[in-house]
């Protein structure tokens, strides 16, 4: 296991910075015994809130409203809901362990995803699927909406089957 570092970020009178104490979390949650692809993740979801959120400040300045400017940031910016929430659980469980040790205690916000309500295949559709392409179908065409594949089975021939995205071709090879 590699050596953690330790780096003691204080800021002006002797206070924790957040990212310092953000650290004492990683080391903690590595003597309790979680995994460094666990710690790893959480470092990764530190730099990518560093984007929208200062992380030098002193821990003990930190206040809910800075939490909410961050969310409101990162939804500015076209972030996917799923990396938004993502960073919110690991802020909150930072948070948590921030109060049990005593450095701050700043309630997080609920964090409530928005709902993506994704189009499906219609049964006639799934049954087409499952059935054998036809045989005059070679899975590679040229159109406004496709790239030239030779691949059957890449992805890219999944996407072309998606609804909405070319049923024409859809219809050509199942139908």
Same mark, same amino acid.
């Given at each position: 296991?590699?050596?953690?570092?330790?780096?003691?970020?204080?800021?002006?009178?002797?206070?924790? +910075?957040?990212?310092?104490?953000?650290?004492?979390?990683?080391?903690?949650?590595?003597?309790?015994?979680?995994?460094?692809?666990?710690? +790893?993740?959480?470092?990764?979801?530190?730099?990518?809130?560093?984007?929208?959120?200062?992380?030098?400040?002193?821990?003990?300045?930190?206040?809910? +409203?800075?939490?909410?400017?961050?969310?409101?940031?990162?939804?500015?910016?076209?972030?996917?809901?799923?990396?938004?929430?993502?960073?919110?659980?690991?802020?909150?469980?930072?948070?948590?362990?921030?109060?049990?040790?005593?450095?701050?205690?700043?309630?997080?916000?609920?964090?409530?995803?928005?709902?993506?309500?994704?189009?499906?295949?219609?049964?006639?559709?799934?049954?087409?699927?499952?059935?054998?392409?036809?045989?005059?179908?070679?899975?590679?065409?040229?159109?406004?909406?496709?790239?030239?594949?030779?691949?059957?089975?890449?992805? +890219?021939?999944?996407?072309?089957?998606?609804?909405?995205?070319?049923?024409?071709?859809?219809?050509?090879?199942?139908?």
């Amino acid at each position: 296991m590699p050596k953690i570092k330790m780096p003691m970020t204080l800021c002006k009178d002797d206070e924790l +910075s957040f990212s310092a104490a953000f650290e004492l979390f990683l080391v903690d949650g590595a003597a309790r015994g979680l995994s460094e692809k666990t710690n +790893s993740t959480y470092r990764c979801h530190l730099q990518g809130m560093a984007h929208y959120l200062d992380t030098e400040m002193p821990l003990s300045k930190l206040r809910r +409203s800075h939490i909410n400017t961050m969310i409101v940031k990162m939804r500015e910016k076209d972030l996917a809901t799923n990396t938004i929430s993502s960073y919110v659980r690991v802020l909150t469980t930072f948070l948590h362990w921030c109060d049990r040790e005593g450095y701050c205690h700043v309630d997080p916000p609920k964090f409530k995803q928005v709902e993506t309500v994704k189009e499906t295949y219609t049964d006639d559709e799934l049954i087409a699927l499952l059935r054998r392409p036809s045989p005059t179908c070679r899975f590679s065409i040229l159109s406004n909406n496709f790239k030239k594949t030779q691949q059957p089975g890449s992805m +890219s021939h999944i996407k072309k089957l998606r609804p909405g995205s070319g049923r024409s071709f859809f219809y050509s090879c199942f139908y």
